[in-house]
């Protein structure tokens, strides 16, 4: 061996193990860095015609392997998802609350039955009335809280998603420029793990926000796709686009998230790719789990009003009140009757005493004062006003009116009004009697329906000014799939339907619309169908002088349903003066100058008392299927629900943070730094150079004594 083949292998020496020893060094400086991989250095003999000439420094790579980088990416991504919507629903936790938690909504049922019961011991007492309004407040205050929070939790979480893309964009674009970078380095020849790791916590954040597949770019640097391929970012980036309206609450419409793929002007639909990460716990919580949560408390809030003005409308208070101004139904003068079964209107005397019975036969379609001669109710709710009126007026007793959706009634001379519908053949129109579906004697109000039963049927004329409705229609991932613009026309409710059906410009494609026998719009997945939503996002139109709109009248949408939580109150009149509290109840079956209402008289508040314990009927809403039970029966379901999910979401987070802890685990004994393992081979590397060095210095040695010898 010549003494230049010496040089050269120890100097090659030397040069790779300057390599391994800073490769090793860089591993120990960084054994603390969050998602660093290791670098090794990778060499290969030297050869010059067939004889060993040394060692060469081929590579400087990272220690990954691509399998645990896709399974640690994808258990981020879960982590992620999980932590977002629990985060979401632990907010909410306060306000479900436990049974027996002071304050929670089914402590605040209980202690409203509570009031009634404690009421009828002494039903004219002044304090036990104002507990009882209290009570009630309380209630619907709590429900309102509840359904106020949902929807602050859904704005947020349409914020966090804005803010959370904004995010999203920027790592994507850092990892392109890193890729442009990487390729350069790795062409000029140099060390590009750096940049690389620098790429790999990127990655790792960016896998956090959104679900991300990573493969392995030619030149060097990576290409990353949707978990469906949906390519993000190579050597340029995807923009995602979307725009937060901050807004939660049940009338709130989204826009619907886009990509800009990279290097393009090509737009598409992205929510549907969008598998895991943050945004898509974000999403889940903002279009799935928070509408289902406000959609079951307005269900409950019509029950609560519902079963409690049941029992109002059929009892009467002390002294009976002398003008009764019923709720907006929504109908028009014109619409047909539409009561069947019988019902006496009565007025009582100051002392109680019965004065004068009205009584009214809708099936008969007769109305007669005090057993007298009959009149005829007519055909139209407006014609029965009129009736009505006439009888009151033409005795000099009161009058009646039906005016822009409400029938009011007003007694003369003293007299205050009683209404009792029939024991056997009881009034009805869409399930209700006569006061409870005007609302003669309501004890919790609205400004709009809390029910939908309107008694209306398919040929009645609509009524409704030239106006549209704006449906959304989402898929089963949540993705907007289709809007539609239904302009209203034709002259009866049928035709209204016919154009919500059409399977062209109505939403026919995915659901039905028809009228049952109470007047109730029900709405039908069609055929094949079953697994798109359609939603009501706006609706400009308006029935008569009502003021009120189809969506309104009918129930159709979030806006109208979900919004009942926050609508309800206390009737004022009840609010600001106890004494018309209906606690009594009317014997109307006595002759005339007979008692028919007493002071003493508790059977009123009983019935309110056990009014959250009668069977009331609940629509379908967030997740609950519709049924006929109890108020506190469905309130437990309502929270029932709400509280497995937000368990089930606090243990998906668990579940996925120890998946991710497990995978990470794995990873790290491929990629990560082993600091006894790199310190045991620093040391190697080390005397590795000196071994070289010591070479080189015995070639120098040779060298030497070769010229001493020559001289």
């Given at each position: 061996m010549s003494l230049s083949s010496i040089l050269s292998a120890a100097t090659s020496g030397l040069a790779a193990s300057q390599a391994q020893i800073r490769s090793t060094?860089?591993?120990?400086?960084?054994?603390?860095?969050?998602?660093?991989?290791?670098?090794?250095?990778g060499l290969s003999t030297r050869t010059v015609d067939g004889a060993g000439m040394g060692v060469d420094?081929?590579?400087?790579?990272?220690?990954?392997?691509?399998?645990?980088?896709?399974?640690?990416?994808?258990?981020?991504?879960?982590?992620?998802?999980?932590?977002?919507?629990?985060?979401?629903?632990?907010?909410?936790?306060?306000?479900?609350?436990?049974?027996?938690?002071?304050?929670?909504?089914?402590?605040?049922?209980?202690?409203?039955?509570?009031?009634?019961?404690?009421?009828?011991?002494?039903?004219?007492?002044?304090?036990?009335?104002?507990?009882?309004?209290?009570?009630?407040?309380?209630?619907?205050?709590?429900?309102?809280?509840?359904?106020?929070?949902?929807?602050?939790?859904?704005?947020?979480?349409?914020?966090?998603?804005?803010?959370?893309?904004?995010s999203a964009n920027d790592l994507l674009g850092q990892i392109a420029n890193l890729n442009l970078e990487i390729s350069r380095t790795k062409a000029q020849g140099g060390d590009s793990t750096g940049s690389e790791n620098q790429q790999a916590a990127v990655i790792d954040q960016l896998s956090q926000l959104i679900g991300i597949r990573v493969d392995t770019r030619q030149g060097g640097g990576v290409i990353v796709?949707?978990?469906?391929?949906?390519?993000?970012?190579?050597?340029?980036?995807?923009?995602i686009n979307y725009a937060p309206t901050g807004q939660g609450g049940p009338n709130a419409v989204y826009g619907a998230i886009t990509v800009?793929?990279?290097?393009?002007?090509?737009?598409?639909?992205?929510?549907?790719?969008?598998?895991?990460?943050?945004?898509?716990?974000?999403?889940h919580a903002r279009d799935g789990d928070m509408p289902d949560l406000l959609r079951s408390v307005g269900e409950l809030a019509s029950g609560i009003a519902d079963a409690l003005n049941e029992a109002h409308n059929a009892a009467s208070s002390f002294p009976p009140p002398a003008s009764m101004a019923g709720r907006q139904t929504g109908l028009l003068s014109a619409d047909s009757l539409g009561f069947t079964g019988k019902t006496t209107i009565a007025l009582v005397n100051a002392n109680g005493s019965l004065a004068h019975k009205i009584a009214i036969d809708f099936t008969a379609g007769t109305i007669s004062l005090d057993g007298g001669a009959t009149v005829s109710t007519g055909t139209t709710v407006g014609s029965f006003a009129t009736a009505l009126n006439g009888v009151l007026t033409g005795a000099g007793l009161g009058t009646a009116s039906f005016t822009n959706g409400a029938l009011s009634l007003s007694a003369s001379g003293g007299a205050g009004i009683a209404i009792q519908d029939d024991a056997t053949t009881p009034a009805s129109r869409g399930g209700r009697g006569l006061s409870q579906f005007f609302g003669l004697n309501d004890f919790i109000q609205s400004d709009r329906p809390t029910f939908y039963q309107t008694g209306l049927s398919a040929a009645d004329t609509h009524g409704f000014t030239a106006g549209a409705m704006q449906f959304q229609i989402r898929n089963a991932a949540g993705v907007v799939v289709d809007t539609k613009s239904i302009t209203v026309g034709g002259t009866t409710i049928q035709d209204i339907l016919n154009s919500l059906n059409n399977t062209a410009s109505g939403v026919g494609l995915y659901s039905t619309f028809s009228l049952n026998a109470n007047g109730e719009l029900v709405q039908t997945p069609a055929p094949g169908a079953e697994t798109y939503s359609v939603n009501l996002t706006s609706d400009n139109t308006t029935r008569g002088a009502t003021g009120l709109s189809f969506s309104q009248i009918f129930?159709?949408?979030?806006?109208?349903?979900?919004?009942?939580?926050?609508?309800?109150?206390?009737?004022?009149?009840?609010?600001?003066?106890?004494?018309?509290?209906?606690?009594?109840?009317?014997?109307?079956?006595?002759a005339l100058g007979t008692i028919a209402l007493t002071s003493g008289d508790a059977r009123g508040a009983t019935a309110l008392a056990s009014a959250f314990e009668t069977s009331t009927n609940f629509s379908a809403a967030g997740g609950l299927a519709a049924v006929t039970t109890s108020v506190n029966s469905f309130?437990?379901?309502?929270?029932?629900?709400?509280?497995?999910?937000?368990?089930?979401?606090?243990?998906?987070?668990?579940?996925?943070?120890?998946?991710?802890?497990?995978?990470?685990?794995?990873?790290?004994?491929?990629?990560?730094?082993?600091?006894?393992?790199?310190?045991?081979?620093?040391?190697?590397?080390?005397?590795?150079?000196?071994?070289?060095?010591?070479?080189?210095?015995?070639?120098?040695?040779?060298?030497?004594t070769l010229l001493s010898i020559r001289s």
């Open positions: 060094s860089t591993n120990v400086s960084n054994v603390n860095t969050p998602g660093y991989a290791r670098i090794q250095t420094v081929t590579t400087i790579t990272r220690a990954t392997n691509i399998f645990l980088q896709r399974a640690s990416l994808s258990a981020q991504g879960d982590q992620a998802a999980a932590a977002a919507l629990n985060s979401l629903w632990t907010q909410l936790a306060p306000y479900l609350g436990t049974a027996n938690q002071e304050g929670a909504l089914t402590s605040r049922l209980s202690q409203l039955s509570a009031a009634f019961s404690a009421s009828t011991a002494d039903p004219s007492s002044s304090l036990r009335r104002s507990q009882v309004v209290a009570a009630a407040q309380n209630l619907l205050s709590e429900v309102s809280n509840l359904s106020q929070t949902v929807s602050s939790v859904r704005a947020q979480a349409d914020s966090q998603l804005g803010g959370q893309i904004t796709r949707t978990p469906d391929g949906i390519t993000l970012a190579d050597g340029e980036a995807a923009t800009t793929l990279p290097g393009s002007s090509t737009t598409q639909g992205f929510d549907a790719h969008i598998e895991s990460g943050s945004i898509a716990g974000l999403l129930g159709v949408g979030d806006a109208a349903r979900a919004a009942r939580a926050t609508d309800v109150e206390v009737n004022p009149l009840i609010a600001a003066s106890n004494t018309k509290l209906a606690f009594a109840k009317a014997d109307l079956g006595g309130a437990s379901q309502v929270l029932g629900l709400a509280g497995s999910r937000a368990a089930r979401a606090d243990a998906a987070e668990v579940a996925a943070k120890d998946l991710t802890t497990d995978v990470a685990a794995r990873r790290g004994s491929v990629d990560g730094v082993n600091l006894d393992e790199d310190l045991a081979n620093l040391t190697l590397y080390q005397q590795a150079y000196n071994a070289s060095a010591r070479l080189i210095q015995a070639a120098q040695d040779m060298m030497d």
